[in-house]
Every structure is written in C-alpha cells, then in structure tokens.
C-alpha cells in the first residue's frame, strides 16, 4: 500500500538536476529547449532545481571522463532515494564521439544506473520529452525500485 501511494506521488512531481559531464553543450541546449513554454514538460510535473538534494532524477549529458566521474557519484550520492538517472545523448550513453580518446572512461551507465536513454547527437527535445514520460510509466507500473 505504502509504495503504491509513493508511486502515485512521485509520477507527477518529478524534479530534475541537470549534470553536464563534459561534452559539446549541444544536448544541454536541448534540454533547457523542453523546459521552454513550446515543449513545456513541465505539463509533466517536471522542474529542473539547482540542487541534487532536491530532485528526484539527474539528466546527465556527455562522456565520463577520468576526471569527473568522481563529481558523477558524488552527485548521484547527493539525490535522496528513489533517485532516477536519464542518460541524453550518444556522449552519455556510450561515450560517442569520444570514445576511444585517452581521457574518457566511458558512459554515464558504467559508473551510475541509468533508468532510461535518450539517444542522438544532439536529441530533439521531444525525444527528451519521450525518455521522461516513459520513466514516468516505468514509475507507475512497478518497473523500477522505489
């Protein structure tokens, strides 16, 4: 009964932290572009908040490099339980174009669980906007660990 009240609770009123690994900034533009009033995710219950000890998922873009992926877990750390992670970009999801360079460790999913991918170079807002709403429907059926 308890996490069937905490799933109806956390399905409208998720806030999100946006965490930039390093990367092009393309996917970022992206992502303040579905927070505008044309996308408006915020119909959603979505708000992006300047702390990771007030959001419920952390929309991480870009690789992780050997140099950041200590600032990644500490972040990831930071959010309070449940905690969701959705990976924006080819960067995040699998290092993209930077893959084989010496400084990148590898994707966000390596070094923290990702609940839902967002893939392109960069992604349009309203694949961000799809990634959400299916977290979202993960939420509300159970898939996922409350």
Same mark, same amino acid.
């Given at each position: 009964?308890?996490?069937?009240?905490? $799933?109806?609770?956390?399905?409208?009123?998720?806030?999100? %932290?946006? =965490?930039?690994? @390093?990367? #092009?900034?393309?996917?970022?533009?992206?992502?303040?572009?579905?927070?505008?009033?044309?996308?408006?995710?915020?119909?959603?219950?979505?708000?992006?908040?300047?702390?990771?000890?007030?959001?419920?998922?952390?929309?991480?873009?870009?690789?992780?490099?050997?140099?950041?992926?200590?600032?990644?877990? $500490?972040?990831?750390?930071?959010?309070?339980?449940?905690? %969701?992670? =959705?990976?924006? @970009?080819? #960067?995040?999801?699998?290092?993209?174009?930077?893959?084989?360079?010496?400084?990148?460790?590898?994707?966000?999913?390596?070094?923290?669980?990702?609940?839902?991918?967002?893939?392109?170079?960069?992604?349009?807002?309203?694949?961000?906007?799809?990634?959400?709403?299916?977290?979202?429907?993960?939420?509300? $059926?159970?898939?996922?660990?409350?």
């Amino acid at each position: 009964m308890l996490s069937a009240i905490k $799933r109806w609770s956390l399905k409208r009123s998720l806030w999100a %932290f946006h =965490v930039n690994t @390093g990367g #092009c900034n393309g996917c970022d533009i992206e992502i303040l572009d579905a927070f505008t009033p044309r996308y408006d995710v915020e119909r959603f219950g979505i708000r992006l908040v300047g702390s990771p000890r007030h959001a419920d998922i952390l929309v991480v873009t870009g690789p992780v490099n050997s140099k950041n992926v200590h600032r990644l877990l $500490r972040i990831y750390e930071q959010t309070p339980e449940p905690k %969701f992670v =959705v990976a924006v @970009g080819t #960067c995040a999801a699998t290092g993209g174009i930077f893959k084989n360079a010496y400084n990148i460790a590898h994707g966000v999913d390596k070094a923290i669980p990702v609940h839902a991918y967002v893939m392109g170079c960069p992604p349009r807002p309203e694949a961000i906007i799809d990634a959400i709403v299916a977290l979202i429907g993960k939420i509300e $059926r159970g898939e996922v660990k409350i």
